[in-house]
């Protein structure tokens, strides 16, 4: 087991990955956010707040990363990013997870006012960040079985990842089938071996598996 | 990128946004709001094949 609490010891690898995962939890501000505003200043208010965010952060991102595929690299950001836990400044090399991260729960969010009800974007959104962010920090300091068909995964991470999702679905909607259903969805995707980047693949999955539960199954109140 | 593929993404965003707007029916600004999120995915997705 590496020492998890002394952080100063850990290699630097080990620290980045830390600092990597720690930044993708931060992204449950999204969903307090969603949440607490949501009935200060209501749901669409809020919403438009979200997405406009999104949508410029994208948007800015991509310009950054141009200007570094260019050899003109804006380094404050470089350090940024690095310090967020991004492998910046190895190789000239783009990385788009924040991106597809923020653009996926976005789409989930619209989605849900669409269809009126926000559950969608809590189960989801808890899905890739607490469970992607919990499996991965446990599975990586913690895991000891290896997960037969994605050895890259491990078993410990697995469960940590379905607990911290489930939990989290259901302080949020209250619903405890609902959470359930995502929270299996969600660790399903996550231990398929894909090259897919998974901030894309859980949200939209775990969306379109409630989607289809609200159609089909009437789990929905 | 080659043109062919560059036109492909191009077609389905612009496709994909004008079935966002289609479906939001009673809501245009929200069917706005996610034919630009849904546009902005798929040129996502083209850099990240380009890269």
């Known amino acids: ?221 | 990128m080659r043109r062919p593929l560059k036109t492909v993404l191009l077609g389905l965003s612009c496709g994909l946004a004008a079935l966002a707007y289609l479906t939001g029916g009673s809501q245009p600004n929200l069917a706005i709001l996610l034919a630009l999120n849904l546009s902005a995915m798929v040129l996502l997705a083209a850099a990240s094949l380009q890269s």
């Open chain 1, 1 to 221: 087991m590496k020492p998890i609490l002394k952080v100063k010891q850990l290699e630097e690898a080990d620290r980045l990955l830390l600092r990597r995962k720690l930044s993708h939890l931060a992204g449950l501000t999204y969903l307090l956010l969603l949440f607490h505003a949501s009935s200060l200043y209501g749901v669409w208010k809020v919403s438009l707040a979200l997405t406009s965010f999104v949508l410029s952060a994208s948007a800015f991102y991509t310009a950054y990363e141009i200007l570094k595929v260019e050899g003109k690299p804006l380094r404050r950001l470089q350090r940024l990013w690095r310090l967020l836990g991004s492998p910046e400044g190895e190789t000239v090399q783009e990385y788009w997870n924040a991106c597809w991260f923020g653009l996926s729960i976005t789409l989930t969010l619209l989605i849900s006012l669409l269809l009126g009800d926000l559950s969608l974007t809590y189960i989801a959104g808890s899905a890739v960040i607490l469970g992607d962010g919990f499996s991965g920090l446990t599975g990586y300091f913690l895991g000891k079985h290896k997960i037969t068909f994605n050895p890259s995964k491990t078993l410990e991470g697995a469960v940590a990842g379905f607990l911290a999702a489930f939990l989290g679905g259901f302080l949020f909607t209250g619903n405890p089938m609902l959470s359930l259903l995502g929270a299996l969805t969600g660790s399903a995707v996550e231990l398929y071996p894909s090259k897919l980047p998974d901030n894309l693949t859980i949200t939209l999955t775990v969306t379109l598996i409630l989607l289809l539960a609200k159609i089909l199954g009437g789990i929905f109140p």
